[in-house]
């Protein structure tokens, strides 16, 4: 039977946190025999103990069910190292500095993958004294369209949602801007460096 949390997964994040069974059981209200069945499979934590072993293990409960704990080690904070979400339900935008559980209409989101831009999918960028003006020369229909346009500095991003229907052109302070994404929302995400792009 597919347990929502295993025994396994239970005694690994306890023993990485250095943890007996006697610890974690009074941190849980339980005794360590609970722990140790839980630990071999002979029992399972109550539903209403998933949130307080999580918080004992400083994790999400997502990361306690799913056993895949997300190791941040952007620490720098790098906004260059943006990641963006995409809801396929509604179309939610979700940054995130570092590794994340992003969940949206029940579903687990994974990182969009940055690609660099191809023939379908060009874009115009113009140096306005201390702005970059962007346009994205694209469909925008209702079926196919540039969902969001986002500019990124080391220390900053600015971002400017779009809508079917409507125009894909921006304004970004320019303020050490070193990556331009824009997001397809039929062909995925694309990155371009408006330097580069410029001194073409």
């Not at 229909?141 to 986002?150: D, G, L, R």
């Amino acid at each position: 039977m597919n347990q929502y949390v295993t025994g396994t997964v239970i005694k690994q994040l306890r023993e990485k946190n250095k943890m007996t069974q006697l610890q974690l059981a009074e941190k849980l209200g339980v005794s360590d025999k609970t722990v140790s069945k839980w630990e071999t499979a002979k029992g399972y934590p109550d539903i209403t103990l998933l949130e307080p072993i999580a918080e004992a293990f400083r994790i999400s409960v997502t990361e306690l069910i799913s056993g895949n704990t997300i190791h941040n080690e952007n620490i720098s904070a790098n906004m260059l190292r943006s990641k963006f979400y995409v809801c396929p339900i509604c179309g939610n935008v979700i940054h995130s500095m570092g590794e994340a559980a992003i969940h949206c209409h029940g579903i687990q989101l994974t990182p969009l993958e940055a690609e660099p831009i191809d023939e379908k999918h060009m874009i115009l960028i113009e140096r306005i004294e201390d702005e970059y003006y962007v346009r994205i020369d694209h469909s925008m229909t209702k079926e196919h369209y540039i969902s969001f346009v986002a500019a990124a500095s080391s220390d900053g991003i600015q971002m400017v949602k779009f809508y079917p229907e409507g125009s894909a052109e921006a304004r970004f302070k320019m303020n050490g801007v070193r990556k331009i994404f824009f997001y397809c929302n039929r062909d995925g995400l694309f990155t371009v460096d408006p330097v580069v792009k410029l001194n073409k």
